[in-house]
């Protein structure tokens, strides 16, 4: 069984810098794919990056592209998610998942995945 638990929200200020961090027990990170997803007040959950088991291969939502990077430390079990100049629509619930299958390079769609966090809130002010 797979436990990922999401950390590092909060609130931050427009323009502002925000790490989360994503940590897996329960089998090896390093063989799987990894995604983060947010989900806004009465929107419906959203792809925002993905990167490959190896860390080598990463996608982006449209809307954080640039400004956001995903990464991932497989000796630690963690995929981090930095987030920099951040804007009053960034503010979500961000979950953390783990893609379906082995050695994946990160898929853009929550049926891709099949392990997810509870979430962190993020709160950007303006």
């Known amino acids: 069984q797979v436990q990922l638990v999401e950390s590092g929200g909060g609130l931050v200020q427009a323009g502002g810098s925000v790490r989360l961090s994503c940590a897996a027990s329960?089998?090896?990170?390093?063989?799987?794919?990894m995604g983060w997803f947010r989900q806004a007040p009465g929107k419906e959950r959203e792809f925002v990056a993905s990167c490959s088991y190896t860390g080598r291969t990463s996608y982006y939502a449209d809307s954080v592209k640039g400004r956001f990077t995903i990464s991932r430390d497989n000796a630690k079990d963690t995929v981090y998610l930095q987030m920099n100049s951040l804007k009053p629509e960034d503010t979500a619930v961000y979950y953390c998942?783990?893609?379906?299958?082995?050695?994946?390079?990160?898929?853009?769609?929550?049926?891709?995945?099949?392990?997810w966090g509870r979430g962190t809130q993020v709160t950007v002010s303006s």
């Open positions: 329960g089998s090896a990170l390093r063989l799987y794919a």
């Open positions: 998942a783990k893609e379906r299958g082995h050695a994946g390079l990160g898929s853009r769609t929550q049926s891709g995945y099949d392990y």
